[in-house]
């Protein structure tokens, strides 16, 4: 069976203003439609932030603990629907189920916490330099919030932006990714169940062009938060400049795991596998790159290699796959032509290299898991990000040379050094320039109490997530109360 699905515009479920639709179908199985979608335009996110502006000053007079308690409501509602929810993102998305099971938890925590930031938002109270003074500081929302969102990770991510946007009483228009339009249709419709009144969220679906291009550049749009490449990052930033909109930015990573010759190699290796091909490679903190100390290197490849020849590919819903497909065909074409890169660079082919088209892979966008040994930091395998199944080793000599490798690339979301050694932890948690960092664990798994971001080319100084989510969709508001009914003037030098 295959539903039609409309944007959310003012409480109302309706169709693009041109009557257009696109397709979205399974990429680990392409003869399976998951539904039309709404090929929507300018017109259509003229309405929804009209829509999101009127609705804007009622919903900032709401008290924020009765919009959190609408985002808590959501939340019970999201823990009900986990597994439903999980499978609807497993076909629309391809990754295997016990991963959209943890991205539907991320979007149920994040919701959670952000629900009770409804009664917290603190402010600051401090002494005036005045007598008979008192002054504080508060929060305040911004007004329209355009957030626009990747396909890989398809609920957590909007839930990341929505839901801090929401507490904090500023209307939303949220463009999803063409690949996973339908979990974020998912998420708005819980939303709606728990109350929200009409305007205050609303979804236009379709292209990057034609409704993330005009509603970032939108007049009545304050704040653009952006999860995506790099490269579309920096059309964010330039279309927001000229109204100084907040704007907040998370973009690609080329993430590295530091494998020194003290460490555990059977966790060093089991790390590598989950981190470098978990969600098939397609996330931001993917462990791209490994660079090994040369002591132990041909330990760690040999076993690594081992362990990515037997990861079961294929559709995520069966429940002994380990590695889903690439999201579309587009990103399968860039992995492939990364592999040939690879190649006539020099790097080593230890294992798959090529593209699985044959029985149950016949109909979707499948690849093998892929490892180049005997990378150059230079190689652009090392350097780019593929974001896909393949994975660069990098023999290095030293603590030193892997922190300097580590920092070579224009990324730095995560990174992560497996050692029994506490100074060496330590050294490389200091020295790494990334948002994020781990000791004896992958480069993946983020909590929503934790600020998550990155450096360079990674982001441009916001982090998602924790209070430090409430930075981008706020402003500080300073206020200074003479009580002392006589006129009292400040310092001025
Ligand atoms: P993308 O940049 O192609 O698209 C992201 C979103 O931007 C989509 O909704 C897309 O339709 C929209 N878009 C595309 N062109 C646009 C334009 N010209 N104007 C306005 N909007 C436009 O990225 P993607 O392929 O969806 O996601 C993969 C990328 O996202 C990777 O680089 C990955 O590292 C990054 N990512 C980063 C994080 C993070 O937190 N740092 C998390 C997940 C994904």
Redesign the pocket.
Known sequence: MTNDFSNYIDGEWKPAASGRTFENRNPADTSELIGRFADSGPEDVERAVAAARAAFPGWKALPAPKRGEILYRAAETLVRGKDELARDMTREMGKVLDETRGDVQEAIDMTYYMAGEGRRQFGQTTPSEMPDKFQMSVRQPVGVAGL??????PMA?PSWKMMPALVLGNTVVI?????TPLSVVNLVKVLEQAGLPKGVLNMVTG???R???P??SHGNVQIVS????????R??SE?CAPGFKHCHL????KNVIMVMDDARIDLAVEGALWGGFGTTG?????ASRVAVHEKVYAEFVERFVAGARGLRVGNGLDPKVQVGPC?NAG?LETVESYVEIGRQEGAKLLCGGSRLAAGEHARGFFHEPTIFGDCSPKMRVARE?I?GPVVSVIPVRSLEEAIEVGNSVDYG?SASVYTQDINKAFTAMREMYTGIFYVNAPTIGAETHLP???TKG??NGHR?ACVQALEVFSEWKSIYIDFSGRLQRAQID
């Open positions: 626009i969102t990747p396909w890989n990770f991510i463009k999803p990714a063409t690949d292209s990057g062009s409704v993330g291009s509603l970032m952006f999860t995506g490449s790099t490269e579309v990052g059309k964010v279309a998370e973009m690609g990573g397609q996330r931001c903190t993917a999201i990103q990000e974001f979301l998550f971001g990155g990674t982001g998602e």
